[in-house]
């Protein structure tokens, strides 16, 4: 069955600093992977999404992953933190049947000035 | 465009209450969800319906059951509510033919005492 894992529940950077989070996938078919933010009190908006075009992948926000087929891997970064971007992440992927998400447990992401 | 529509936005039940989530999308998506959001457990499917008269249990279908009489609207409703059912509930849509994205509504936080 398809999962994913996220690993650090709670990352910290500076404003300016590298953003990273981290997702690894298990999955038995080529995935679907995707990345969605949250903010306090409203519901996941997308970041981005990988469907096999492109191996790297540019969202909105200046956020990007990239897929890793060796590694399974689909790690979100962002060069230069800003404050506004303090959320929560989630990871996601689709199920084998593509019909429906399956969610890592989120990273929350503080940004200190 | 409102997108998708979550009513009530928020609840709160006694044991043993019953009550009704309605969401509501005017995408003419095929595909709609349900999940619960936990703190530290990133978001779980519930139940979803991949078109009209059709329903499916996902990962923590117990104690919830899910009506989807109208292409716009899926209901999720919990008979005998319990404190274990306190949380926050998304509901989603999406297109079905490909996994595009996932759009989900403002959530319904419900408080079972």
């Known amino acids: 069955a398809q999962s994913v894992t996220q690993l650090g529940s709670h990352v910290s950077v500076s404003e300016g600093a590298l953003v990273l989070l981290r997702c690894n996938y298990s999955?038995?078919?080529?995935?679907?992977l995707f990345w969605y933010v949250q903010y306090p009190n409203q519901g996941l908006q997308l970041l981005l999404k990988y469907t096999s075009a492109a191996t790297l992948v540019k969202g909105i926000n200046g956020f990007e992953a990239e897929f890793k087929k060796s590694e399974t891997s689909f790690h979100l970064t962002k060069p230069s933190a800003h404050m506004s971007d303090a959320a929560e992440y989630f990871c996601?992927?689709?199920?084998?049947?593509?019909?429906?998400?399956?969610f890592g447990k989120g990273t929350t992401l503080s940004v200190s000035s | 465009n409102a997108g998708v529509t979550q009513t009530p936005k928020f609840r709160v039940l006694k044991t043993g209450q019953s009550m009704t989530l309605l969401c509501a999308q005017d995408m003419n998506h095929e595909y709609m969800y349900w999940y619960r959001q936990d703190p530290g457990m990133g978001l779980r499917l519930i139940h979803y319906s991949v078109g009209e008269g059709t329903t499916a249990k996902g990962e923590v279908p117990d104690g919830y059951n899910v009506s989807r009489l109208k292409k716009q609207n899926f209901l999720l409703g919990l008979e005998s509510a319990a404190p274990s059912q306190t949380s926050v509930y998304f509901c989603?849509?999406?297109?079905?033919?490909?996994?595009?994205?996932?759009?989900f509504g403002q959530g319904t936080r419900l408080t079972v005492v």
């Open positions: 999955s038995s078919v080529p995935p679907y």
């Open positions: 989603a849509s999406s297109h079905s033919t490909e996994f595009t994205e996932a759009f």
């Open positions: 996601a992927v689709s199920d084998q049947a593509g019909t429906a998400l399956i």
